[in-house]
């Protein structure tokens, strides 16, 4: 294996994290803001790239291409990696951002290549090269929800990623076809044929409230489709909000909103 063999354990239910548990001189990586904790002994250290053989192995210009292809994707130039440098076993926590699910991959078990989200990552072993996956066909990239461009993770170790809401994972058979959200969709493996499908029929497409376009997975291959993406919640707490007219939220007499006044409201 070109990747460290990591151990973890996956705690909670809506809000979960997961515990990596490291042997001396092992390291998994994150993404910047995912520590939740971590034990005497292990060092944190911010990294250009993912810290892959594929991204160092050019040195310098290597590591600045695997960064620039994440700020492509929409993250931080940086990860963090997170070193076990003590005599004994260690463990770091990582967070998912909202509420959801951490699904941990097993790259070795899935072909070696899983496309996902952009947003979708959270830690890998060290080894697990975060690349970036163009949509080569038009329509996938203009209505696909994710543009041309997603996440792919390579490799043969351990990957976390995390979705809102339940996660499901659907395995197509060979010409088997599903039909699917375009913010639902979380991961594939990358054998799935993935491309967008206008609704069928003027008065759906207008008034049917699921939007113009679904993406249409084909076997065979495995998909991950979560239940509540985060754009979908952020849009109800948002539209939820009373607004008054200068624009910020109101109170409506509770102990929220005298707070809010007090500290800085008019």
């Known amino acids: 294996m070109n990747n460290h063999e990591i151990d973890f354990k996956l705690y909670g239910d809506d809000m979960q994290f997961v515990e990596v548990e490291l042997d001396p001189n092992e390291t998994v990586i994150a993404e910047a803001g995912a520590l939740m904790m971590m034990e005497?002994?292990?060092?944190?250290?911010?990294?250009?790239?993912?810290?892959?053989?594929?991204?160092?192995?050019?040195?310098?210009?290597?590591?600045?291409?695997?960064?620039?292809?994440?700020?492509?994707?929409?993250e931080s130039l940086f990860m963090t990696a997170f070193?076990?440098?003590?005599?004994?076993?260690?463990?770091?926590?990582f967070a998912s951002p909202y509420p959801g699910k951490i699904v941990p991959m097993d790259l070795s078990r899935l072909g070696g290549k899983v496309i996902c989200q952009k947003d979708a990552f959270l830690a890998a072993a060290k080894?697990?090269?975060?690349?970036?996956?163009?949509?080569?066909?038009?329509?996938?990239?203009?209505?696909?929800?994710?543009?041309?461009?997603?996440?792919?993770?390579?490799?043969?170790?351990?990957?976390?990623?995390?979705?809102g809401g339940t996660l499901h994972r659907k395995n197509l058979?060979?010409?088997?076809?599903?039909?699917?959200?375009?913010?639902?969709?979380v991961a594939m493996t990358a054998d799935v044929d993935y491309n967008i499908e206008m609704v069928s029929g003027?008065?759906?497409?207008?008034?049917?409230?699921?939007?113009?376009?679904?993406?249409?997975?084909?076997?065979?291959?495995?998909?991950?489709?979560?239940?509540?993406?985060?754009?979908?919640?952020?849009?109800?707490?948002?539209?939820a909000a009373p607004q008054n007219p200068a624009g910020r939220s109101k109170g409506e007499g509770s102990a929220a909103g005298g707070l809010f006044d007090l500290l800085g409201g008019r």
Do not use: Y
């Open 40 to 74: 005497d002994g292990i060092v944190m250290e911010t990294i250009f790239g993912d810290g892959s053989q594929s991204s160092s192995g050019s040195g310098l210009v290597g590591k600045l291409i695997g960064a620039g292809k994440r700020v492509i994707t929409g």
């Open 83 to 93: 070193t076990n440098q003590g005599t004994g076993k260690r463990t770091v926590c």
């Open 127 to 163: 080894g697990v090269s975060i690349g970036v996956e163009f949509q080569r066909k038009l329509g996938t990239g203009f209505f696909g929800g994710e543009g041309f461009i997603m996440q792919k993770l390579e490799g043969d170790g351990l990957a976390f990623i995390h979705a």
């Open 173 to 185: 058979q060979k010409g088997e076809l599903l039909r699917v959200d375009t913010g639902c969709l």
């Open 202 to 239: 003027v008065k759906t497409a207008l008034f049917g409230g699921e939007g113009l376009f679904f993406a249409t997975l084909r076997g065979p291959g495995s998909v991950w489709i979560q239940s509540l993406p985060f754009s979908r919640l952020a849009s109800k707490v948002f539209a």
